[in-house]
Each structure stands twice: as structure tokens, then as C-alpha cells.
T-cell receptor
């Protein structure tokens, strides 16, 4: 059982829709991450939050908007997405993100399809 | 920059065969090394890790040793099972960085 919970598991949306992906962890971790994973590829980092502050944005288009309301929750707001944004979106968390020896714990992802 | 190179897949083995998946890395500092496994339809699960040279990570019969002299972190298992069929990712995290650098992944299929 994963300790990082993502909802929804599947999402189909049109290019004009607005939707949000949610991620929750109760391990007391203070760093949280969003990744995008295309088929047969490794995950690509999108955003990192450390102590509820955005610390890394990997030049992600503004149609993706992250939000960290508190230390347990991470959202990804989606608006005006393109078909090429269809992918598996993974959330992860780690203890505090300040040291590389802390493993990241992943959720099962949201599979997003853009029509 | 930092990078991870994994052996190309897919890899197909029979049940009870010996498994090796090669992983080499380049890094400017002293990275921590990880193996993650992704089963169909799921996210990534941490399989094992090693944080310094000569450390051996192990879990569920899988092992990998951090070899600084050869910059390698090969994954091994003595006797694979059908349930080990998955995609395996080698990854590194360098010092204080918050970024995981992944290899391309190796798809493993075990036939009964």
C-alpha cells in the first residue's frame, strides 16, 4: 500500500476545461514533488515544494499551476492543456528534501488524457 | 551534469534465473543511489538504496552495491519470480540536491 495518495486515478478532460490533481501524505514529510511520466520513459520532474514553499520549477508551462496548502497536501491545477500533456502524473514526498540521501516515496499517479 | 545509464531492455528471463541489470552513473559529487520498481499501472516503489561507497542495499532478494571505483550500482537477484516482472529504474541524488536523476528504465519480463 502506497503512503502517498493521489486522486483521481484517471482523468479525461477537454482542452478548455479546468481541473485539479490532488496528492496527500501523512508521513510528516516536508518536501513534495510533481512529476510527469510519458509511456516507456522515466519520470520528469516538474515542481518541488520544500516546507510549503515552491523551491524548484523546471520551466513548466503556466497551464500547470501547483499549490501546497499545507505540509500534507499538494495540488496541481490544470487549465487549457494540450494533447501532448496526456501522461501519468506522479506525486512524491521525502523527509525534507535538503539531503539527497532521503528517498522519495511515490503515489500511484493520475493518468490524464486530454481530448 | 549528472547522468545515469542503464542497460537497454527489454530483458526476458525464465523463472528462477539469475538477474543482473547494469547501472552506471556520472556525478560531480558524492551521490546517493537508488533502485525503483514500477509495476504495471502503479507508481514507483523504492526497492533499495545506498548512500556511500561500498554500501550494499538489499530488499526482497534484490541487492546492489555502490561501487565508486567503477561508478556502478548493478541490480542483482539470485532467482527471479514471475511477480518480479516490472520496469526497473536506477536513479541518483547528488548531495543537497532535491532532484532525482533517473536512468531510462529496464523492462523485465519473467516467464513461468
Amino acid at each position: 500500500d502506497t503512503e502517498v495518495t493521489q486522486t483521481p486515478k484517471h482523468l479525461v478532460m477537454g482542452m478548455t476545461n479546468k481541473k485539479s490533481l490532488k496528492c496527500e501524505q501523512h508521513m510528516g514529510h516536508r518536501a513534495m514533488y510533481w512529476y510527469k511520466q510519458k509511456a516507456k520513459k522515466p519520470p520528469e520532474l516538474m515542481f518541488v515544494y520544500s516546507y510549503e514553499k515552491l523551491s524548484i520549477n523546471e520551466s513548466v508551462p503556466s497551464r500547470f499551476s501547483p499549490e501546497c496548502p499545507n505540509s500534507s497536501l499538494l495540488n496541481l491545477h490544470l487549465h487549457a492543456l494540450q494533447p501532448e500533456d496526456s501522461a501519468l502524473y506522479l506525486c512524491a514526498s521525502s523527509q525534507d528534501g535538503s539531503w539527497g540521501n532521503q528517498p522519495q516515496h511515490f503515489g500511484d499517479g493520475t493518468r490524464l488524457s486530454i481530448l | 551534469g549528472d547522468s545515469v545509464t542503464q542497460m537497454e531492455g527489454p530483458v526476458t528471463l525464465s523463472e528462477e534465473a539469475f538477474l543482473t541489470i547494469n547501472c552506471t552513473y556520472t556525478a560531480t559529487g558524492y551521490p546517493s543511489l537508488f533502485w525503483y520498481v514500477q509495476y504495471p499501472g502503479e507508481g514507483l516503489q523504492l526497492l533499495l538504496k545506498a548512500t556511500k561507497a561500498d554500501d550494499k542495499g538489499s530488499n526482497k532478494g534484490f541487492e546492489a552495491t555502490y561501487r565508486k571505483e567503477t561508478t556502478s550500482f548493478h541490480l542483482e537477484k539470485g532467482s527471479v519470480q514471475v511477480s518480479d516482472s516490472a520496469v526497473y529504474f536506477c536513479a541518483l541524488s547528488d548531495g543537497g540536491a532535491q532532484k532525482l536523476v533517473f536512468g531510462q528504465g529496464t523492462r523485465l519480463t519473467i516467464n513461468p
